[in-house]
């Protein structure tokens, strides 16, 4: 079993539709919970990053930890063409950073 | 955010060559850098962790005689893929940690496309 899972999908949604990008996680040190966005080719961008439980609010973006049942969140209101990438979580404990397998989302017009 | 500047962004090389690659933080000192291999529709694998100043760590599996890894700075460190065959092609991605708040996040640069023919 992966320290972190993803549904790689493809996940398509229509523009404007709010999307739940998730992830599960087995090691109960993690500590540090990161969204990344993977554009075609590109390195990641770091989207949000977040410590503890609870929600955290960027824009159109919103991140959730629930360590009591190792889940994380990541969702994106109003979805716009823009949005199309790949959606990475990742996690740390200590000095070691674990990705999840990665999401890839398409927002059709 | 912090920039991570990678390069070259892509690059073709003939077999048995090598190729140097760098990562650079442009406005912050990198305690650490991370160097990763990304193959098609996959994540990120971790390769190495490197601290300026001392020997690169790897992960299990990746040659540390192919993969040289200098962190000469705390603003530079390089990635040699020494005598290179076509399964080295992939692209491979840097990350350099800051401290935020106590915390530290890691910031990626562009990739590097590397194609060995």
């Known amino acids: 079993q992966k320290e972190v899972e993803q549904d790689p999908g493809p996940l398509s949604v229509p523009e404007g539709a709010i999307v739940s990008l998730n992830c599960t996680y087995s090691?109960?040190?993690?500590?540090?919970f990161m969204w990344y966005r993977q554009y075609s080719r590109k390195g990641p961008e770091l989207l949000m990053y977040?410590?503890?439980?609870g929600n955290k609010e960027d824009g159109r973006f919103t991140a959730q930890v629930d360590k009591s049942s190792k889940y994380i969140s990541l969702f994106i209101r109003d979805s716009q063409p823009s949005d199309s990438a790949t959606y990475l979580c990742a996690m740390r404990a200590g000095n070691m950073l674990t990705f999840g397998g990665g999401t890839r989302l398409m927002v059709k017009p | 955010g912090a920039v991570v500047s990678q390069h070259p962004s892509w690059v073709i090389c003939k077999s048995g060559t090598s190729v140097k690659i760098e990562c650079r933080s442009l406005?912050?000192?990198?305690?650490?850098m991370f160097w990763y291999r990304q193959f098609p529709k996959q994540s990120l694998m971790l390769m190495a962790t490197s601290n300026e100043g001392s020997k690169a760590t790897y992960e299990q599996g990746v040659e540390k005689d192919k993969f040289l890894i200098n962190h000469a700075s705390l603003t530079l460190s390089t990635l040699t893929v020494t005598s290179a065959h076509p399964e080295d092609s992939s692209f491979y991605i840097c990350?350099?940690?800051?401290?935020?708040?106590?915390?530290?996040?890691?910031?990626f640069g562009q990739g590097t496309r590397l194609t060995v023919v």
């Open positions: 977040t410590y503890s439980s």
């Open positions: 990350s350099a940690r800051t401290r935020e708040g106590g915390s530290t996040e890691a910031f």
């Open positions: 090691n109960s040190a993690f500590q540090y």
């Open positions: 406005d912050f000192q990198a305690t650490t």
